[in-house]
């Protein structure tokens, strides 16, 4: 009876998760579907425990069999409650906060890096934090009024990929700009009237291949005209055809695979110095 | 009062519109907002008439002023059930719909062209065009099961681009890849285990510079077997961090944008012959 009411009690907690108020009070969030669970439970003190439908837990139960954290199976209706998709996956788990404090995420320096100002799409922001993990990047800086990384749209929009990454919240923009130059990044911001063609930047191998920090703005208004003039260059993607502009995480992806391709190519011309020398 | 009646019985006619049946009966569809009605109406023959909530139509009053089209003001309540957004614009245009055949659309051959197979998310689908037709594509084409264009929320997506570019819809999609091939198209197929990596593809500046179309497929399942074994080539973007994968609209941005830059610096490499000589 009082395990009962206390996998209530903890349901009940769990369900509170779905506000970002919640959220922070507590300093944990909701991932849920098999490829989030799998992705939380491979970054080691993340899970605190997993909810999940009779079915759900069926399943996925690989997912858990080299776990120690509690898996409490609830009905249908609970798992959905928890849910913030259509078609919940009857399968949740709790984490624990994974943000870093911003010297600790530069405290060895990325090569890349994203820094999301007033994004506040949750859908983008997920996908564009993917993108970057995908593009080889070790961090993403949600800063000013960006979207709360921990919203269950904007997890879901990660597929997994928030737990592959440093993440900071909370941050000022103008800061955060200030701190990456700090530490030897170089700082693009990208508007659509950026100063410097991207193609032209990526043609000069050299200025793509630097560890590099990329700002990218608000879905409507862009990048803060202080936050363009706080970083090293001012960057856009060239428009071809007659489009008004590229869709933000479109626009991120070609900034961010095109400082993954000038970094791939410097690694590939400098051969490590670990590297034994040919006979 | 018959002309009460008969707008009416056009804005339910118009409403009917929201449902992929109407459309594909009526041959109509409907593009709601400011931005996307500017563009309808910048594309000949497209809009057949437009409704609008009394504040929708004062704050867009320029739009119509050049225009012929009839334009009838509606309640809040009506241009709101027009609307498939959660916060309607007050602004609607009914459009005939642009979709060409292959053959009217392959008679002057593409340099960019884009063939979505099986693509079944309207947002992607529309973000997809949007960054077609930034990355200066003439076509896409939407084959095999792949979502309606003409969906509310991929004409949303479009911002407008959907007025820009040759639109084919309901072919199958081996048939398209062969028809683009016999046109002189370079086909290449996405795929996580594609053949080629991009990078080594853009490296060979000449192959990406052809005139291309660039094959994408389903969200969760990727191109059919059959499909990938009709183009020229299967590609795969590499992927460097722990991302399982990319997003289908990152992955074609990223795509596109690559074969833009190899056309440009060919574009800029090859002089047009009528530029005159230097003195």
Known sequence: ?????????????????????????????????????????????????????????????????????????????????????????????????????LDQALASVPTLAVILVDANDPGNAGTILRTADAAGAQLVIFAGDSVDPYNGKAVRATAGSLFHLDVVTGIDAVTAVGRCRERGLLTLATSGRGADDLDVLLDDGQVLAQPTAWLFGNEAHGLPAAVIAAAHRSVRVPVHGSAESLNLAAAAAVCLYSSARAQRAAATREPSPRQPKPA
Chains 1, 2 share one sequence.
Do not use: W, Y
């Open 1 to 101: 009876m009082s395990v009962l009411s206390d996998s209530n009690a903890r349901l009940a907690a769990a369900r509170r998760l779905t506000s970002r108020r919640a959220r922070r009070e507590a300093g944990r969030f909701l991932a849920e579907g098999a490829q989030a669970v799998r992705e939380a439970l491979s970054r080691p003190g993340t899970v605190i425990e997993i909810f999940g439908s009779a079915d759900g837990l069926r399943r996925h139960a690989e997912l858990f069999r080299q776990s120690d954290v509690i898996v409490s199976e609830v009905s249908d209706k609970a798992a959905a409650s928890l849910s913030e998709t259509v078609t919940p996956q009857g399968l949740v788990a709790v984490c624990r906060s994974i943000d870093a404090t």
